[in-house]
């Protein structure tokens, strides 16, 4: 990042015949132009001259580091060059055979049977890993309580057994992803050596289906070339995973799988339950080879799966329209998406029509009153269950009221005619309703003292859902499990 790569820097400018013209030439015209007297008004950094070659590794086997180097050209009064003089990087050659003697060992051993301290007496010296310095020769005298320093160690001496980094001038740097040693430049999470995220996207949602029944539910389609994919969620359900042959990788058939590391889909999945609290984690790296759907295998409410990778910007648009054919959107109705750039717009086509966008609303957003726990809770606790069509919606003084045609009706406590009124508190109440939509609500009767007000009332933060087959048997599953 911001070094000179090779190529940069070394034609400054064009000139009229579309032939570029060399460094040298530019730097002979501004040596003249100084000639000229303005030379004491020179300012800024020189000019550096362009990368020498790399020179060749040094080591004969295994890792080892090459450099090569550049000059600094500079007149009177300006600055020395911005940047690095020399370059390192990793050079890998075929692994040492087994029996090598390591490249610090034959560094220290260059001493032995000489006299090296002063004196006339000779040691056998062999490294000592326990010095300050691991880019120091430190060398044990063998047979002797003390080791001495022989100065830095050569240029591509590993910094110490067992640990990545190479000594560069004395110091121990590790290669960036770009081979350069001490760059820092890192993959980005999209795979990219130093990049910025942006060629891919983040996704991050919650699925917070309740489900009607125990067993297996969709989650997510993680599709294919994902990467830096983590799922977690607090409860004893289960994840499940399937490779895209439509086998189990974890947690299939109803048998729950041990903790531990899965190969699936050209990656590793890292699988944890905790021993402590029901908690359970999915990692993995990626990128997937493959689509892996991932699933959660439901023996209690679901209080949330939370889920998210990242996804090559190309996928996003199919991954988009496969959640929503397949209706996963609709039980998922907030998803979050962060993205870090703006988002390439999705191909408009391809988003079946929904209802139009609505009118940018005043109200606060509503808290989310999804899930089972929530449905089972309202139905039971409320006089009235039905379905309705909002026909109409006023706000008056510090209250809203729907006017609602009721279509048909699974719990009441006194009969409901056709056209009813319901009451919600506030003029934003919450869950909001949208008028020409069909709902199926919970409302309470209020009576009051005096008994000249007799309404329906739609609680804050109460039961009202857009009416679907699946809400119709969910609530019908809910009238069995109310406490009689
Ligand atoms: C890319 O995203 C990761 C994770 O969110 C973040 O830590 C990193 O700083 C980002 N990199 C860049 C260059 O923005
Ligand atoms: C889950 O998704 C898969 C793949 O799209 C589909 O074949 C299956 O029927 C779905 N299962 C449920 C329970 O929706």
């Given at each position: 990042m911001g070094k000179l790569r090779p190529g940069e820097g070394e034609w400054l400018g064009s000139s009229h015949t579309g032939r570029p013209f060399p460094l040298w030439s530019f730097l002979l015209l501004l040596g003249s132009l100084l000639s000229c007297g303005l030379g004491s008004s020179a300012q800024g950094p020189g000019e550096w001259t362009l990368w020498g070659?790399?020179?060749?590794?040094?080591?004969?086997?295994?890792?080892?580091?090459?450099?090569?180097?550049?000059?600094?050209?500079?007149?009177?009064?300006?600055?020395?060059?911005?940047?690095?003089?020399?370059?390192?990087?990793?050079?890998?050659?075929?692994?040492?055979?087994?029996?090598?003697?390591?490249?610090?060992?034959?560094?220290?051993?260059?001493?032995?049977?000489?006299?090296?301290?002063?004196?006339?007496?000779?040691y056998q010296w062999v490294p000592f890993h326990g010095a300050p310095n691991q880019c120091d020769l430190n060398c044990l005298a063998e047979g002797h309580?003390?080791?001495?320093?022989?100065?830095?160690?050569?240029?591509?001496?590993?910094?110490?057994?067992?640990?990545?980094?190479?000594?560069?001038?004395?110091?121990?740097?590790?290669?960036?992803?770009d081979g350069l040693l001490g760059s820092g430049t890192r993959e980005d999470q999209c795979g990219r050596c130093g990049?910025?995220?942006?060629?891919?996207?983040?996704?991050?949602?919650?699925?917070?289906?309740?489900?009607?029944?125990?067993?297996?539910?969709?989650?997510?389609?993680?599709?294919?070339?994902?990467?830096?994919?983590?799922?977690?969620?607090?409860s004893r359900n289960h994840l499940a995973l399937l490779g895209s042959d439509g086998r189990y990788v974890l947690n299939g058939n109803w048998a729950v799988s041990p903790s531990g590391t899965y190969e699936a889909a050209g990656t590793r999945v890292v699988y944890t339950r905790a021993a402590a609290g029901p908690e359970e984690t999915l990692h993995a790296t990626g990128p997937t080879s493959q689509d892996l759907l991932l699933q959660v295998l439901l023996q209690e409410p679901n209080p949330g799966v939370e889920f998210e990778f990242w996804l090559p910007r190309e996928r996003y648009g199919p991954f988009q329209e496969q959640t929503q054919a397949l209706g996963w959107s609709l039980r998922q109705p907030q998803p979050r998406e962060v993205e870090p750039q703006p988002p390439e717009p999705p191909a408009p086509a391809a988003i079946p029509p929904r209802t139009p966008a609505p009118a940018p609303d005043p109200c606060a957003p509503c808290p989310d009153t999804r899930g089972r726990a929530h449905r089972l809770l309202q139905y039971c606790s409320s006089d009235f269950v039905f379905r309705a069509r909002v026909l109409g919606r006023r706000r008056q003084a510090q209250e809203t009221r729907y006017e609602v045609r009721v279509q048909q009706v699974y719990k009441n406590r006194s009969p409901l005619q056709t056209r009813e009124y319901v009451w919600a508190p506030g003029l934003c109440p919450c869950p909001p309703l949208t008028p020409h939509h069909e709902y199926l609500l919970a409302a309470r009767r209020l009576v009051s003292p005096d008994g000249t007000q007799d309404r329906l009332l739609l609680p804050h933060s109460g039961y009202a859902r857009p009416w679907s087959p699946a809400e119709d048997s969910r609530v019908r599953l809910a009238a069995r499990h109310c406490p009689v």
């Amino acid at each position: 990042m911001g070094k000179l790569r090779p190529g940069e820097g070394e034609w400054l400018g064009s000139s009229h015949t579309g032939r570029p013209f060399p460094l040298w030439s530019f730097l002979l015209l501004l040596g003249s132009l100084l000639s000229c007297g303005l030379g004491s008004s020179a300012q800024g950094p020189g000019e550096w001259t362009l990368w020498g070659s790399w020179t060749r590794c040094s080591s004969s086997c295994g890792q080892g580091v090459s450099v090569r180097s550049r000059h600094c050209i500079r007149f009177p009064g300006e600055e020395p060059c911005w940047g690095d003089s020399h370059e390192y990087r990793l050079c890998q050659l075929p692994d040492c055979p087994p029996r090598a003697v390591p490249f610090r060992d034959l560094q220290c051993a260059l001493y032995n049977g000489r006299p090296v301290l002063g004196t006339q007496k000779t040691y056998q010296w062999v490294p000592f890993h326990g010095a300050p310095n691991q880019c120091d020769l430190n060398c044990l005298a063998e047979g002797h309580a003390f080791y001495h320093s022989f100065g830095r160690v050569l240029d591509g001496t590993p910094c110490s057994p067992g640990v990545e980094g190479l000594c560069v001038a004395g110091r121990c740097l590790s290669a960036g992803c770009d081979g350069l040693l001490g760059s820092g430049t890192r993959e980005d999470q999209c795979g990219r050596c130093g990049g910025a995220n942006d060629s891919c996207l983040f996704v991050q949602r919650v699925f917070r289906d309740a489900g009607a029944f125990a067993g297996y539910w969709n989650v997510t389609l993680i599709p294919e070339g994902a990467r830096h994919l983590r799922v977690t969620h607090r409860s004893r359900n289960h994840l499940a995973l399937l490779g895209s042959d439509g086998r189990y990788v974890l947690n299939g058939n109803w048998a729950v799988s041990p903790s531990g590391t899965y190969e699936a889909a050209g990656t590793r999945v890292v699988y944890t339950r905790a021993a402590a609290g029901p908690e359970e984690t999915l990692h993995a790296t990626g990128p997937t080879s493959q689509d892996l759907l991932l699933q959660v295998l439901l023996q209690e409410p679901n209080p949330g799966v939370e889920f998210e990778f990242w996804l090559p910007r190309e996928r996003y648009g199919p991954f988009q329209e496969q959640t929503q054919a397949l209706g996963w959107s609709l039980r998922q109705p907030q998803p979050r998406e962060v993205e870090p750039q703006p988002p390439e717009p999705p191909a408009p086509a391809a988003i079946p029509p929904r209802t139009p966008a609505p009118a940018p609303d005043p109200c606060a957003p509503c808290p989310d009153t999804r899930g089972r726990a929530h449905r089972l809770l309202q139905y039971c606790s409320s006089d009235f269950v039905f379905r309705a069509r909002v026909l109409g919606r006023r706000r008056q003084a510090q209250e809203t009221r729907y006017e609602v045609r009721v279509q048909q009706v699974y719990k009441n406590r006194s009969p409901l005619q056709t056209r009813e009124y319901v009451w919600a508190p506030g003029l934003c109440p919450c869950p909001p309703l949208t008028p020409h939509h069909e709902y199926l609500l919970a409302a309470r009767r209020l009576v009051s003292p005096d008994g000249t007000q007799d309404r329906l009332l739609l609680p804050h933060s109460g039961y009202a859902r857009p009416w679907s087959p699946a809400e119709d048997s969910r609530v019908r599953l809910a009238a069995r499990h109310c406490p009689v």
